[in-house]
């Protein structure tokens, strides 16, 4: 009896200390009301990294903890996951309203940053080192985040979206929306994209977050033209050029797009990929800068 005895509290004490999906239903200022969820391993690095994961519309955080790949290289490398969730919108994100795609006054991306700011205090977090990344609909707040926030995010992984503010006086940012004119492929000159995302900011002229965007070109609901408008905009607003396409990265269906050197922004098409085109979780944490 005693063995067994032993063996349950073991057991236990295991449990009690393996990491899982926690709610925080108080981390500040919720304009809209959507809930945070954190992932924090048993094993957190010193100042942690923090890494804010968007699910796609009619998704849900726990969704989309469990549809990728990213709790487990948090457990690996010791950085925090960020689970922000939306009921709103048929659960898709704001990405259309002047709240969200204006710094510091409100909507979805307000409440997002305040969750960024409870992990960083919480968790002694490293400020430096925060990052976004989403499908879909969390693609295009990967993108409103990282032009409405680039004092808070150094860098976004967008798989599937749209360029920041391409949503702006639709009335809603949801499939069943009356104006599909963004999914459909809105089009603008770099330099008009570029003057959205500083126009969400006007007085910050600091260093831009870097983008890396994933795009299927057999998206019939995110016309993949929605990618290339992304990559126009972020190039303009980096001052990057495209400087050399690469077939065959990260697989024999896409082409991957490096703009410079690659390292503050690149793009992936793929072919025959409809919606969305699947996480690559190793490619996105490289590209942040957390996997060698």
């Known amino acids: 009896m005693a063995l067994y005895a032993l063996l349950a509290a073991l057991a236990t004490s295991s449990t009690a200390l393996a990491a899982s999906l926690q709610q925080i239903t108080s981390f500040g200022d919720n304009p809209t009301n959507i809930q945070m969820f954190e992932y924090v391993p048993d094993k957190l690095a010193e100042a942690p990294a923090v890494v804010v994961n968007l699910h796609p519309c009619g998704g849900s955080a726990a969704m989309w903890f469990r549809g990728t790949k990213m709790p487990t290289y948090a457990d690996e490398l010791g950085f925090v996951l960020i689970y922000p969730g939306t009921t709103n919108m048929n659960n898709c994100w704001d990405v259309h309203s002047p709240e969200s795609l204006t710094h510091g006054k ?28 989403g499908s879909s609909s969390g693609a295009m707040m990967t993108n409103v985040l990282a032009g409405s926030y680039p004092d808070v995010f150094e860098a976004g992984s967008a798989y599937s979206g749209t360029a920041h503010a391409c949503f702006a006086g639709a009335p809603s940012a949801t499939p069943m929306s009356p104006n599909q004119t963004c999914a459909q492929g809105l089009s603008h000159t770099p330099e008009e994209w570029a003057s959205f995302v500083h126009n969400s900011y006007p007085d910050y002229d600091g260093p831009r977050p870097r983008m890396q965007i ?21 190039s303009a607003v980096l001052g990057e050029t495209n400087t050399q396409n690469v077939t065959g990265v990260p697989s024999s269906a896409y082409t991957q797009l490096i703009y410079g050197d690659g390292s503050k922004l690149m793009g992936f098409f793929g072919a025959g990929v409809g919606h969305t085109a699947p996480v690559n979780e190793e490619l996105t944490l490289r590209f942040f800068g957390l996997l060698e």
């Open 214 to 234: 994933f795009h299927g070109n057999a998206d019939a609901l995110v016309r993949p033209a929605c990618a290339v408008e992304a990559l126009k905009q972020w």
């Open 106 to 133: 409100g909507g979805d991306a307000l409440a997002i940053v305040n969750m960024v700011d409870y992990a960083l205090k919480t968790h002694g977090g490293d400020p430096q080192r925060v990052y976004v990344m």
